[in-house]
């Protein structure tokens, strides 16, 4: 079975410049979770999804970044105006329910962006 | 607010030594707490799960238990080998998402 799939693998952009991140989760798996990885910051949470609705954006930072569902198959993260604090990896991932105690998500191998 | 708190940013060791990480957690309830490995390139996979229910994981020889009187869910492994080098970091979750630790870096010289 293929796992959950991130593409692009690596991107660059200029500050300023939009950046949209792609997740494909594993078929049947009805919740998608982004997170972001950096060196100083770690693992934060930023945003899921069940069942395509968003439930919990609370790590989004208000401005610039955007998530979305449209089906089930696929999800964007997009971040407009990207500035060089954004460079980081940014991880999805899905799991099967998503509910409260689950708790065993499948990463994809991440995006890294970088923003000169 | 909820949390999970390792102390140990890195941990070197060699082959066949006796794997202790460290992992406390703080939160309202009884949340279901997490172990996972990061690997280079990769992203974050369970390695293991305890709820209050079953108290201690086991997984490829790392064991993990509950204990809610010190608050702590320890990662240890009898025998590292150089293949367990990799991130390691608690999680916990109690209302629908992953809430990470900072992370240990492991790293076992053969």
């Known amino acids: 079975n293929a796992g959950v799939i991130q593409t692009p693998r690596h991107k660059v952009t200029g500050k300023g410049q939009e950046a949209t991140l792609w997740c494909e989760p594993i078929?049947?798996?009805?919740?998608v979770f982004w997170y972001r990885q950096t060196i100083v910051q770690g693992l934060e949470f930023l945003t899921y999804?069940?069942?395509?609705?968003?439930?919990?954006d609370s790590g989004m930072p208000k401005e610039r970044f955007s998530a979305q569902m449209p089906n089930q198959s696929h999800s964007t993260l997009k971040i407009q105006s990207t500035q060089p604090q954004d460079s980081a990896v940014y991880l999805c991932?899905?799991?099967?329910?998503?509910?409260?105690?689950?708790?065993?998500?499948?990463f994809g191998e991440g995006s890294k962006l970088t923003v000169l | 607010g909820d949390s999970v708190t390792q102390k140990q940013g890195q941990v070197t060791l060699s082959e066949d030594d006796f794997l202790f990480i460290n992992c406390t957690y703080s939160?309202?309830?009884?949340?279901?707490l997490f172990w996972y490995v990061q690997y280079p390139g990769q992203g974050p996979q369970l390695l293991l799960k305890?709820?209050?229910?079953?108290n201690k994981g086991i997984s490829r020889g790392f064991e993990a238990t509950y204990d809610k009187g010190t608050t702590s869910f320890h990662l240890q492994k009898a025998s590292v080998q150089e293949s367990d080098s990799a991130v390691y970091f608690c999680?916990?979750?109690?209302?629908?998402?992953?809430?990470f630790g900072d992370g240990t870096v492991l790293t076992v010289k053969p």
């Open positions: 991932a899905s799991s099967l329910t998503g509910g409260t105690n689950t708790g065993q998500l499948y």
């Open positions: 078929s049947g798996h009805s919740a």
């Open positions: 999804f069940r069942n395509q609705a968003p439930i919990d």
């Open positions: 939160t309202t309830t009884y949340p279901t």
């Open positions: 305890v709820t209050t229910a079953n």
């Open positions: 999680a916990h979750t109690n209302t629908g998402k992953l809430t």
